[in-house]
């Protein structure tokens, strides 16, 4: 059984950073993209940032490209988001994904979601 379990997330200030994870199991991922999500109250789910599990190659929504960076750590089976510079906009619940997939924001393609957590940037 596929379990993806996110934490990290809380209160911060405008400027501020987090650090989220995704603790992965259930399965080998050497295959999969792992993605992390986010949804704001009273909007569609958005793509944030993607990885590759065995590559490592990443990919980024355009709204956090140079702000946030996705990592992942084999031995552990865990992905990480890193955020900093963060900005109110950046307030949603932010959801882990596991893909058997090429790279994509579509989160269609994800076939595993963690239960989110949540983040809240003040102004």
């Known amino acids: 059984q596929v379990q993806l379990e996110e934490s990290g997330g809380g209160l911060v200030q405008a400027g501020g950073s987090l650090r989220l994870s995704c603790a992965a199991s259930g399965r080998t991922f050497n295959s999969y993209t792992m993605g992390w999500f986010r949804q704001a109250p009273g909007k569609e789910r958005e793509f944030v940032a993607a990885i590759r599990w065995t590559e490592g190659s990443t990919n980024y929504a355009d709204s956090v490209k140079g702000r946030f960076t996705i990592s992942r750590d084999n031995a552990k089976k865990t992905v990480s988001l890193q955020m900093n510079s963060l900005k109110p906009e950046d307030t949603a619940v932010y959801y882990c994904?596991?893909?058997?997939?090429?790279?994509?924001?579509?989160?269609?393609?994800?076939?595993?979601w963690g239960q989110g957590t949540q983040v809240t940037v003040s102004s």
């Open positions: 994904a596991a893909g058997n997939t090429p790279i994509t924001p579509r989160g269609g393609l994800y076939q595993y």
